[in-house]
């Protein structure tokens, strides 16, 4: 497991440190699915019909047919309603590539999508993903989820600590609030990773 992990690290750190030497390109600070999915204003599962390029602007404006929402916060915005979502054409402005035929999961501030926001094709989810963007996320967003760059990183108040780099977090880890570990105006003090069949699975794997 843990050479598994070493050579997941190996890999991701060598490609931020790619984009941090580029003065062009695109980067986002980590964060989980979870918290992707927790602080977005839109959720939905849509499959792009088409695009087409906004002359004015370069941007790129994808045609959806939405199949599911699974979170909208407040009023539909416009291009939802009439189905379209934009993104730049540059991928130095953190544009999105989206294939005509194919269905994602988006999940995002604003219909001006980036590689920030959460963006990915249905069928590449695992199945601890698509629970948790059903639901089983949305129980866990009262914890916080940071970011941990070491092996020892000390326990924080209501926070899950996250080696970003390991595909058993990232791909397989819930956060949840540990029963009876709550303030009086209902915060978790204590959060954990659930322990799921896939996320211990992984966990195990040499």
Same mark, same amino acid.
């Given at each position: 497991?843990?050479?598994?992990?070493?050579?997941? *690290?190996?890999?991701?750190?060598?490609?931020?440190?790619?984009?941090?030497?580029?003065?062009?390109? *695109?980067?986002?600070?980590?964060?989980?699915?979870?918290?992707?999915?927790?602080?977005?204003?839109?959720?939905?599962?849509?499959?792009?019909?088409?695009?087409?390029?906004?002359?004015?602007?370069?941007?790129?404006?994808?045609?959806?047919?939405?199949?599911?929402?699974?979170?909208?916060?407040?009023?539909?915005?416009?291009?939802?309603?009439?189905?379209?979502?934009?993104?730049?054409?540059?991928?130095?402005? *953190?544009?999105?590539?989206?294939? !005509?035929?194919?269905?994602?999961?988006?999940?995002?501030?604003?219909?001006?999508?980036?590689?920030?926001?959460?963006?990915?094709?249905?069928?590449?989810?695992?199945?601890?993903?698509?629970?948790?963007?059903?639901?089983?996320?949305?129980?866990?967003?009262?914890?916080?989820?940071?970011?941990?760059?070491?092996?020892?990183? !000390?326990?924080?108040?209501?926070?899950?600590?996250?080696?970003?780099?390991?595909?058993?977090?990232?791909?397989?880890?819930?956060?949840?609030?540990?029963?009876?570990?709550?303030?009086?105006?209902?915060?978790?003090?204590?959060?954990?990773?659930?322990?799921?069949? !896939?996320?211990?699975?992984?966990?195990?794997?040499?």
């Amino acid at each position: 497991m843990m050479e598994k992990i070493f050579i997941f *690290c190996f890999i991701a750190f060598f490609g931020l440190a790619v984009l941090s030497t580029s003065t062009d390109a *695109c980067s986002c600070a980590p964060e989980h699915t979870q918290t992707k999915i927790c602080n977005s204003e839109f959720t939905v599962i849509a499959r792009v019909l088409g695009r087409y390029v906004r002359p004015v602007n370069m941007q790129i404006v994808y045609k959806l047919q939405i199949w599911k929402v699974y979170k909208m916060k407040g009023k539909e915005p416009h291009e939802l309603k009439i189905r379209r979502i934009v993104t730049s054409s540059q991928g130095s402005m *953190c544009g999105v590539d989206l294939k !005509p035929g194919r269905t994602y999961v988006i999940a995002a501030r604003s219909t001006h999508i980036t590689i920030c926001d959460f963006v990915k094709e249905y069928k590449k989810l695992t199945v601890v993903e698509r629970r948790g963007i059903a639901s089983t996320y949305s129980k866990g967003c009262d914890c916080d989820i940071k970011p941990c760059f070491t092996n020892n990183c !000390p326990p924080m108040e209501g926070t899950c600590n996250w080696s970003f780099m390991s595909p058993c977090e990232t791909d397989y880890g819930v956060c949840t609030p540990s029963r009876g570990t709550y303030t009086p105006d209902g915060k978790p003090t204590k959060c954990h990773w659930k322990r799921s069949s !896939p996320y211990m699975s992984c966990i195990m794997m040499p």
